[in-house]
């Protein structure tokens, strides 16, 4: 999986985000189970796969980095390690792709 960008400094821990994308990627958001927009982020590469899968593309950004982008989208929370997820906008319907 990919997870060679690394945005942040030695001083901060870094995390692991997971983004739409694999040349150019944007930062993947989730709904609280209120319904608010969030961020999620893992410790590992190991616990993002848990929740996520195996496919999910992925980057490293320090916390300060991540609230920083998030800044600009107006989302203010970051949920670290979820044990489940759901995206921030419903899958669209009616597109059906073979096996």
Known sequence: MPGGKIV???ADPLLVVPVRGA???SLRLFRTVAGARTA???SSP???TRV????QH????SEPALRHMLADLGVTGIVLDPAG???ARAPERGVVRAA
Do not use: K
């Open 8 to 10: 942040g400094t030695e």
């Open 23 to 25: 040349d150019v990627v």
């Open 40 to 42: 999620v982020a893992f």
């Open 46 to 48: 190991l616990a993002l």
């Open 52 to 55: 996520l899968g195996e496919g």
């Open 58 to 61: 992925w980057i490293r950004l």
């Open 85 to 87: 997820a759901t995206p």
